[in-house]
């Protein structure tokens, strides 16, 4: 009965790629597709095939394009890798690809398919509306050359060591609680942006935004030496390459890991399932740029700020 099932779906998948490639390829390829069409309303198909060009996703079951139903089975099942190892689904991943879509819809919508496609497009990549391991890839290649570039060890005189309300652990020792003083100023602008924003919500009986008691956006780790990054290496030695490199950003004081919720920095996908949930995650995918902090797509936890020099956008 489960090998049935798993056919059953197998079957669906392909025959709906069939089919949005079917129509992609027939549109493309034929010599009276105008050209300036193509470019204005990327081939995001619904099923009577009429190009969903309000860019919303209709509401009704038969207006959901091909695209669209191919991402609602990829986001869980796409099979692709990250750091060497096998990841499935780009779930994890919404918050990120939304905003860099620039799209609300959900990524299962005809509208969220749209605003791939044209996204697809300005990136020299066949605008299918997919979300597939090529344009996935391009995706997180993306993210990661917007990380910070200069890794250079932070000196001791550029770390400023900030109290202990700050961090998620009330008793992280002085000496685990230094940051590199321009990210630190940063992080403090950013946090009293996220308690002055009613729309993270998260202690309305206080009226405000972020309650500051509140454990979300406290600092679980910031500068780290190398003899402190070796001693945690050793204490976990099954952690990957992600979670402790040995050339950690954290050597710089401008790498910060902060608390979006579940357990603070286990990379388990039902524990980032969880914490790319939570809003104020959600907050920082949307606000933090504004700071100057850019996420590290991998670790919901992690953002670095990237000095105003070396930003190339
Ligand atoms: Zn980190």
Redesign the pocket.
Known sequence: MKYFSIHIAVLFVALAAILAIASFEARGQSPRAPKAESRVKPTVLIKDGRDDSAGKGASTASAISPAAALNAVLRNDLTWTFGGKQQRGWYLYTPLISHMLNTEGDATSNGFAFALARWQEHSGLKPSGVLDEESLNAMVSEWQRRRLKNRTDAQPNQLVTAPASDFYDPERLAELRQVERETYAAYQRMVAAAIADPSLALARAAGGGLAPAEKYLKII?AFRSHEYQDQLRRQSPQAGRAGLAVNS??FTGR?L?LYVGGEP?DTKDSNRALQVQTRVYQWLVRNAERFGFRP?CY?P??WEYVAAESREQ
Do not use: C
């Open positions: 780790s950003p954290h790498a890991d920095v590290y670790e936890w992690h």
